[in-house]
């Protein structure tokens, strides 16, 4: 995709299915360039779900951060369609009141590769 082809995309649009062989050649670039780096993460999709479900989120931010254990971790929010965190949002309530909820910032990633067969 040319740099100006994903300027005329919104933010729920971007991303896109690049396929297995360029997928596979992209991780094993990165992997011998940085043999001793975190190879991945997994994040299950209950906690995606509950982001992407806040309302007006179109996409997740991830941000790299350090655990209290000096351990590399991913902390991801919401994004709305301005590109800005979802923080914190309002709702109308069964009542009709409205209610102000903080917005989701999660963390607890799997990157023991062992514990899911990898």
Known sequence: MTQNASKTKTLAEVGENIGLAEGSQLVQNFRDANPDATPGYYIGRNIID????QPGCVGINFRKCLSENNEEHLVYT???AEGKDILSYSAVTNTGDIEKYDGIVADRIIIDWT???G
Do not use: F, K
Request: charged share 10%; aromatic share 0%.
């Open 50 to 53: 509950q982001i992407l479900n």
């Open 78 to 80: 919401g994004v709305d």
């Open 115 to 117: 514990l899911l067969g």
